[in-house]
């Protein structure tokens, strides 16, 4: 398993793979802050991440054990890996641990990716609304002078 991890930490093609998928969804993400989903105020980031991350879950688990074991079968490694007794047992459950081990670290990613564009809208958001509520405040008007005021404002206007 120690060696799996460190070829997979060592080789360009898993490393450009990872930074490239995870890159191209936080890409996505960041694009979709701002716009809103049809009919609701709920940010449609926070709608794609759920679906982001079950892609990632599914793509991993079933194409990237397939793709593993069929680059490990041409280069002749197990063939070599039959020789050993549970050797094919155990090459399997090392590459499963190591798909674990990188869709988490994707997962990780998205995940405060997405949370850190979510609380931007909303950092965003607050400072817009958080002036004029201050300045209400500053003003001490309460319910009843609001409403005594908005009541001689209707007046004035017919």
Excluded at 38 to 55: E, Q, R, Y
Excluded at 113 to 136: M, N
């Amino acid at each position: 398993m120690r060696v799996l991890v460190k070829h997979s930490l060592t080789s360009p093609q898993d490393i450009a793979f990872n930074v490239i998928s995870t890159a191209a969804f936080v890409v996505v993400l960041y694009f979709q802050r701002d716009a809103t989903a049809p009919g609701s105020a709920v940010p449609l980031a926070m709608l794609t991440l759920p679906g982001i991350l079950g892609l990632g879950v599914a793509f991993n688990g079933l194409i990237g054990v397939i793709s593993m074991m069929a680059v490990e079968r041409e280069d002749g490694t197990l063939l070599r890996v039959k020789a050993v007794p549970q050797g094919m047992l155990g090459c399997l459950v090392g590459r499963i641990a190591l798909l674990m081990l990188q869709s988490s670290a994707g997962l990780a990613i998205m995940v405060v990716a997405g949370v850190v564009l979510v609380l931007l809208a909303w950092a965003v958001a607050s400072l817009l609304i958080a002036p004029p509520i201050l300045r209400r405040m500053a003003r001490r008007e309460s319910g009843p002078l609001m409403e005594a005021r908005r009541h001689r404002a209707l007046q004035r206007v017919v």
